[in-house]
Every structure is written in structure tokens, then in C-alpha cells.
């Protein structure tokens, strides 16, 4: 069991930032519309994430670390209409097998209950007071899993990893309030405004704000949101593209391509625009079960998507607009 647990956790939680996408999903996933991370040393000594959500139930505490528990999907049916970020019920088990885990929740203020965990085992369970809202803390990852741990790279690889995360789920839940420190040095803070322009200012500069343009499209199975830069504001990587269906952050070529496309002769070669793109569509077409982390999907209907997509772009950036 130990060692199933400790593959499994090797598929999802591949270093420091995948522990901290997972737990800010759960808080997401929680309805936390604030949600602070504290990491030490990259989260290599230390994560912790509190979340002023739901909370977790004392019946359901233990259980929430068991390989393969979920509270949020009931039925197989469920699998092909995804609305919650986690549906897997493997994170917290994962987490749990490779590192040192102390958790406090409460589903009201007053008696919550704190779990301590090590190597996947139940260490102490016991009521103590809390606030309303989740408190994790992740210690010594990989501290049993020596093989595991060779494969993280230096502090600042770990930490820009992070961040990359941190950045993408606060534009992609601009209504949440976010803070992110590393060793108590604040580098991301958002004021949970609900605006995403706002939210981009609040993550990138003012500067950068003003050369962004809104982006709209839609037809009659996918809407699209989000703001585009100016083709004048370029980056080399094209991580500064960002693509969310549903509000999942996803890795997409196909749609990447499309939305370059839409710049056409405008951008030189291999630079990239700053996008955030908000994809809604029915969950019944996205297939989100294809990769542990649930970062690649599989679209039904991905072409009249694309084509949607620059479309949208090439509205955008309509002489008149630059
Ligand atoms: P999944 O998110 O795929 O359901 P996880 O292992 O991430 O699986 O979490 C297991 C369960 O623990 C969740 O289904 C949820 O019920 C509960 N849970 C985890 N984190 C939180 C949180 N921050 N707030 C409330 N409930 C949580
Ligand atoms: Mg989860």
C-alpha cells in the first residue's frame, strides 16, 4: 500500500510546485476566496497554504488522505463532466506518502480538527480550535523518497516553478485574493477584485496593463474572454500564454498556434504575446482524465475552437484598437 502510494505520488507530485497546485486547487475546489502560501526555501523545507473555505468535516479528515477519496465525484457518469478542479482524490494522499503533513480545518470557527501525517501514516488526529477554512502544512518533501528528491532542480529553478503556478491560478480566479512569499518576502499579492485587468496589473505592472486589449469571441458551444497584448509587447517564451478552460489552466498547442495566428505577419518570429484566455465551454467537451496532473485535455471540436480563437484575435487587434 506504502508503495503503491509513493509511485502514484511520484506521477502527480513531481516537486515543490505541484504540491502547491494541488492544495490551491483543494482551496479552490473549497470555495476560498482568500488563500495565502507561505513557502520556505521553495518549498523544499516548508508549504504551507491556508484557505478560508469550506472546511473539511471531522468524519472525513483521515479519509481525505486515503488514496482514491473524493468528495466530488460520485459516480463514473461524473467523470465526463468535471466542474471541480480535483477529481481524482489522489493529491492529498500523494502528498502525504512523500513528506511531513500537519493539517488544521474547520467547516465554522470554534473546534476543528488537526491531522498530523508522515510517510502516508496517521501520526496523531485531535480536536483544536480553528477559524472557518483549511491549514496545511507540507514539511521535508521527498524525504523519504531519496530518488525522487535528485530529480529537483536549485532553489530559484524550484521557486520560478512556483510561481509560474502562483501567477496562473490567481489569473485564472481573479475574484480569489491571493498572497505568495517565499522565506516571508512577498512576491505575489492580489486584492481578489474579481477584475481580470486588474488582476493582470496587480501580477505584472501597471505598465503592462495599459498594452494589454480585451479579448471576446463566441458561438454556440465556447465562450472566450480574456485580454491579449499589444503586438508590440512580445516575450520569448511562450509561457506568458495562458489558456483556461473551465478555469483549469491547460497546455494546449493546437490553440496556442491558433492564437499566434491571429497576430499574423504582427509578431516577429518566436515571440510570443502576453494572453490570458478564459475558455468556457460545456465540461462535456473536454476530456480532463487523460494525464495525472490535468494539464493536457482532450477537445472535442478543437478546430472550430482555434478558428474561434483567432477570429477573436484578429477582432482585437483591428487597426482602429492599436
Ligand atoms: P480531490 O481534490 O481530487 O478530490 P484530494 O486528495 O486533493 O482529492 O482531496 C481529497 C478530499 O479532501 C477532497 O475531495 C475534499 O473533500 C477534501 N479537501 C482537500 N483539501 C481541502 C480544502 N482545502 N478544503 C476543503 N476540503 C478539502
Ligand atoms: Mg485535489
Known amino acids: 500500500e506504502q508503495l503503491s502510494n509513493q509511485i502514484a505520488a511520484g506521477e502527480v507530485i513531481e516537486r515543490p510546485a505541484s504540491v502547491v497546485k494541488e492544495l490551491a486547487e483543494n482551496a479552490l475546489d473549497a ?7 507561505n513557502v520556505v526555501d521553495a518549498g523544499l523545507s516548508k508549504i504551507t497554504i491556508s484557505d478560508n473555505g469550506q472546511g473539511i468535516p471531522k ?8 488514496p482514491h477519496t ?5 459516480s463514473r457518469d461524473d467523470l465526463f463532466r468535471v466542474h471541480s478542479l480535483g477529481f481524482r482524490g489522489e493529491a492529498l494522499a500523494s502528498i502525504a506518502a512523500v513528506a511531513k503533513v500537519t493539517m488544521l480545518t474547520a467547516t465554522e470557527s470554534g473546534l476543528g480538527t488537526q491531522i ?4 502516508g501514516q496517521v501520526l496523531a488526529q485531535k480536536s483544536q480550535t480553528s477559524r472557518q477554512g483549511t491549514f496545511i502544512s507540507v514539511n521535508d518533501l521527498f524525504y523519504n523518497t531519496p530518488a525522487r528528491l535528485k530529480y529537483v532542480k536549485s532553489v530559484s529553478t524550484e521557486l520560478a516553478h512556483i510561481a509560474d503556478i502562483v501567477n496562473r491560478l490567481a489569473l485564472a480566479h481573479p475574484q480569489t485574493a491571493w498572497t505568495f512569499a517565499n522565506n516571508g518576502n512577498i512576491l505575489l499579492k492580489t486584492s481578489g477584485s474579481g477584475d481580470l485587468l486588474r488582476t493582470i496589473t496587480e501580477i505584472y505592472s501597471i505598465s503592462i496593463g495599459r498594452q494589454m486589449l480585451p479579448l471576446k469571441g ?3 458551444d465556447f465562450q472566450i474572454n480574456g485580454f491579449v497584448s499589444l ?3 512580445t516575450r520569448a517564451s511562450r509561457n506568458y500564454v495562458s489558456l483556461f478552460i473551465n478555469g483549469r489552466y491547460v497546455k494546449n498547442a493546437a490553440l ?4 499566434i495566428a491571429g497576430y499574423g505577419s504582427k509578431l516577429m518570429v518566436g515571440r510570443y504575446p502576453l494572453a490570458i484566455i478564459n475558455l468556457q465551454m460545456d465540461p462535456f467537451l473536454v476530456d480532463v482524465n487523460v494525464h495525472p496532473t490535468k494539464q493536457e485535455v482532450r477537445l472535442s471540436k478543437e478546430d472550430a475552437l482555434g478558428q474561434l480563437l483567432t477570429t477573436s484575435v484578429l477582432n482585437t487587434l483591428q487597426p482602429q484598437n492599436l
Do not use: E, R
Open 256 to 259: 496556442t498556434k491558433a492564437l
Open 59 to 66: 468524519t472525513q479528515v483521515a479519509l481525505a488522505f486515503l
Open 218 to 220: 463566441h458561438d454556440l
Open 231 to 233: 503586438p508590440k509587447l
Open 116 to 119: 498530523d501525517l508522515a510517510g
Open 70 to 74: 473524493t468528495s466530488k465525484i460520485t
Open 31 to 37: 470555495q476560498a476566496t482568500q488563500i495565502d502560501i
